[in-house]
Every structure is written in structure tokens, then in C-alpha cells.
């Protein structure tokens, strides 16, 4: 098992800075890559970025390229979500998650990929 511990959400101005954490614990050596997703109120979930677990990679959705960044501290076993320049439209409950298996073509996007999930950080931008 793989346990995920998400924090450093909160709320801040449009234009503002914010990192999230995911410490991981347990069995890490069984994660091969991690997703960030959220999910804004009345909507789905969605994808925003993935880090491989040496992290070598990183993948974007779109609308946060540029913006924001994943990383990875090996000696802690944590992610980190790096947002810059932050609108309202950020506004989510951001979600780390861990995946065991390789990843080919883009299954980082997808949440049924995912293993582990961590219990999920408030952002809130305001105007």
C-alpha cells in the first residue's frame, strides 16, 4: 500500500503563487509516476499534471503550461505542484494520486490508471 498526504492548499489573489505537497509512504518503490488532478464545484475531475516517480517527465494539460510546475524531492518521497500567476479558474480541490504500472501513450491522464489517491487540498483564487 501507498499512502499520499496532500497539503499547502489554500486561498490566495489572482496573479499569486501556491505550492502543493503529496508526501508519499509505505510501499513507494512500487510507484512508477504521480498525477495532480481537481475538480472545480459541478465538474468533473481533470487531469493537470504527471511527474514520473525518478522524475525525468513531466506532462501538462494545457491550460496550466507555463504556469505550473511538478517536481519531485527523492529524499523526501514528495511531489510537489508548483502554480504561478493563478486565476480564479484554478479554484479546485487539487488531488495527488500514484500509479504502479509504466506508462504508454498518455494513460497519465486518465484517473482509472491510478492507484493511490490522497485525500485532496482546497486552492481558492480569488478575483
Known amino acids: 500500500q501507498v499512502q499520499l498526504v496532500e497539503s499547502g492548499g489554500g486561498l490566495v489573489q489572482a496573479g499569486a503563487s501556491l505550492t502543493l505537497s503529496c508526501a508519499a509512504s509505505g510501499r513507494t518503490s512500487r510507484i512508477y509516476g504521480m498525477g495532480w488532478f481537481r475538480q472545480a464545484p459541478g465538474q468533473e475531475r481533470e487531469f493537470v499534471a504527471a511527474?514520473?516517480?525518478?522524475?525525468?517527465?513531466?506532462y501538462y494539460t494545457d491550460s496550466v503550461k507555463g504556469r505550473f510546475t511538478a517536481s519531485r524531492d527523492n529524499a523526501k518521497n514528495t511531489v510537489y505542484l508548483h502554480m504561478n500567476s493563478l486565476k480564479p479558474d484554478d479554484t479546485a480541490v487539487y488531488y495527488c494520486?500514484?500509479?504502479?504500472?509504466?506508462?504508454?501513450?498518455?494513460?497519465?491522464?486518465?484517473?482509472?490508471?491510478?492507484?493511490?489517491w490522497g485525500q485532496g487540498t482546497q486552492v481558492t483564487v480569488s478575483s
Open positions: 494520486a500514484a500509479d504502479r504500472a509504466r506508462w504508454y501513450g498518455e494513460s497519465w491522464l486518465y484517473e482509472y490508471e491510478y492507484d493511490y
Open positions: 511527474i514520473t516517480w525518478s522524475g525525468d517527465t513531466t
